[in-house]
């Protein structure tokens, strides 16, 4: 089947393009009863909100929410819910001289040749601005994790740990910086580098890569499923469906095959009536089960394929030409990637609730 869905017992599809008239999502699976509005989604659609400094997209979209059903007197109905978001600053005459040339490092070349046909107006279907329904509906997810868990118990929270090959330190790691800069980098003195190295980028025409961090709190054990459905496989797929990424890894990822096994196993000894584990190397998963600690996540994002430096490529008559991607573009995508990697996290936690919940009949303490 077409994948426009993701989840299964909360269940969003998202559908719209760049430059059609709105794009928008159906979330089916919420609980009746929950207290939700517009003013519970908007504010994770405005940290996400492109043209909000030089450093993303001019793009001016104000991105304002429309809940159009579901919800009955401030409640949720246990019905589906459909949001909407109308486009507002579409620029489609900045895509006229390359409809029939394919971009580098896009979905131009894929689309068409899977379908036939393509949106060459900003990559229609395949725009990152599809991730703003993401974000709309990780606001109901995590309006679920708290009717559910009850609120303040679990934190979600995301951050830029690296551009451009230049990661931040964490000894100065803090995350009430995360809000007050361009980057939400928890280091405040990378985030002045990466403010010139992003400048140089910009005017050289170029783009940069990045990581970004997403780190839940407060889960409690025992939450996904085993073998296919792990929790763990569930947020990678998450994170690598988010446009752009390239590659994801859950506690210590790929430095774990660089440990031996003394270093690797997070050992274990009690505090109280809880047990207590003395390092993280598994990201809060275990055999596909969350472990009660924090659940990390990383994904490399890739540096935006939109540029202005002229790149040889072939048009749809399969003649060689060469390209230069105008219009209003991130120079790093991966800034404005933080509150998508934040939303799907919420998602994959709701999701897997709420499947526990039908599966043992309770929710895990």
């Known amino acids: 089947m077409p994948g426009n869905s993701f989840g299964e017992a909360f269940r969003f599809t998202t559908w719209g393009e760049s430059h059609g008239p709105a794009i928008g999502c159906v979330i089916d699976g919420v609980p009746p009863l929950i207290s939700l509005s517009e003013s519970d989604i908007q504010p994770w659609l405005d940290k996400r909100r492109p043209g909000q400094s030089r450093y993303t997209t001019q793009r001016r979209e104000p991105d304002r929410v429309e809940i159009l059903s579901g919800v009955f007197e401030g409640r949720t109905t246990g019905t589906p819910i459909a949001l909407v978001i109308r486009n507002e600053d579409q620029r489609s005459k900045d895509y006229g001289e390359i409809a029939s040339k394919f971009r580098p490092g896009h979905a131009d070349f894929t689309y068409f040749r899977k379908y036939g046909i393509r949106d060459y107006r900003g990559g229609g279907r395949s725009s990152a601005r599809e991730t703003a329904m993401r974000v709309a509906a990780g606001g109901v997810a995590r309006k679920v994790i708290e009717q559910l868990l009850g609120a303040g118990r679990v934190s979600l929270r995301g951050a830029l740990v690296e551009m451009g090959g230049r990661a931040v ?134 540096p935006t394929s939109s540029i202005l430096t002229p790149r040889r490529t072939v048009d749809r008559f399969n003649r060689e030409t060469e390209i230069v991607t105008r219009g209003r573009h991130d120079p790093c995508v991966g800034i404005r990637a933080v509150p998508v990697g934040e939303a799907m996290m919420a998602l994959v936690l709701a999701d897997h609730l709420l499947r526990h919940r039908g599966q043992v009949g309770h929710l895990p303490e």
């Open 169 to 302: 330190e964490r000894a100065r790691w803090d995350w009430d910086e995360v809000n007050r800069n361009l980057f939400f980098a928890p280091d405040a003195e990378a985030a002045a580098q990466w403010a010139e190295d992003l400048d140089k980028a910009r005017k050289s025409g170029t783009s940069l890569g990045a990581i970004v961090e997403v780190v839940a709190e407060g889960v409690p054990a025992g939450l996904g499923e085993p073998v296919y459905d792990k929790l763990d496989a569930d947020l990678a797929k998450a994170m690598m469906s988010i446009n752009a990424v390239k590659g994801v890894e859950i506690g210590a990822g790929f430095e774990a095959a660089r440990l031996d096994g003394e270093a690797n196993a997070d050992e274990m000894r009690m505090a109280g009536n809880q047990v207590s584990f003395l390092s993280n190397n598994a990201g809060g998963v275990l055999g596909g089960l969350s472990s009660g600690q924090d659940i990390v996540v990383r994904f490399a994002v890739k």
